[in-house]
T-cell receptor
Framework: ETGVTQTPRHLVMGMTNKKSLKCEQH?????MYWYKQSAKKPLELMFV???????ENNSVPSRFSPECPNSSHLFLHLHTLQPEDSALYLC?????????????FGQGTRLTVV | DQQVKQNSPSLSVQEGRISILNCDYT??????FLWYKKYPAEGPTFLIS?????DKNEDGRFTVFLNKSAKHLSLHIVPSQPGDSAVYFC??????????????FGKGTKLTVNP
């Protein structure tokens, strides 16, 4: 497999549930991120990991908890979410190190909180 | 306040004609700009980029123009094809901002190419 792969593609969860989103990249990149895309809004950067270290937390509520066990895998742990958290969650990766390069995106997880 | 603005939410063009998508930015420290294309239910796909040392970059049917003094860039698609129908996102960053780890996106422009 190549590129950036996200699972699951769709997720429906209740407000009391705990679930995790998974992202895997096979591009040899050193930076991985989570973005949130809500309707009619720009992509919002949530978290950045550079060489497995979290370098950005864009004021994200603690009900979202990222984990980066190695440079190829990234998780987003979800608990006690709110209906307004329903959105498309996108994982991306890039070379890292603050370089001006393109980021490659996964296909996203469409999350619905009920 | 939005640092990257795509003021046209939608654009409709005829197959074979030119599509011009526009993007404005406010941060003068941005020195690297990208365009992404997104189909429904998929993630954005990288299309083309341009560094601020250039004013034009071309890749097949896609050309990006950068006007630094006006803080404006545009994506030209010639000739437009129905398969180009998608949402196009402009993004910007800079070496001082943190490069690709700090991409700032516009809201997107939905392009429809009619057969």
């Amino acid at each position: 497999e190549t590129g950036v792969t996200q699972t699951p593609r769709h997720l429906v969860m209740g407000m009391t549930n705990k679930k995790s989103l998974k992202c895997e990249q096979h591009l040899g990149h050193n930076a991985m991120y989570w973005y949130k895309q809500s309707a009619k809004k720009p992509l919002e950067l949530m978290f950045v990991y550079n060489f497995k270290e979290q370098t950005e937390n864009n004021s994200v509520p603690s009900r979202f908890s990222p984990e980066c066990p190695n440079s190829s895998h990234l998780f987003l742990h979800l608990h006690t979410l709110q209906p307004e958290d329903s959105a498309l969650y996108l994982c991306a990766s890039s070379q890292g190190g603050g370089m001006n390069t393109e980021a490659f995106f996964g296909q996203g997880t469409r999350l619905t909180v009920v | 306040d939005q640092q990257v603005k795509q003021n046209s939410p939608s654009l409709s063009v005829q197959e074979g004609r030119i599509s011009i998508l526009n993007c404005d930015y406010t941060n003068s420290m941005f020195d690297y700009f990208l365009w992404y294309k997104k189909y429904p239910a998929e993630g954005p796909t990288f299309l083309i980029s341009i560094s601020s040392i250039k004013d034009k970059n071309e890749d097949g049917r896609f050309t990006v123009f950068l006007n630094k003094s006006a803080k404006h860039l545009s994506l030209h698609i010639v000739p437009s094809q129905p398969g180009d129908s998608a949402v196009y996102f402009c993004a910007a960053t800079g070496s001082a901002q943190g490069g690709s780890e700090k991409l700032v996106f516009g809201k997107g422009t939905k392009l429809t190419v009619n057969p």
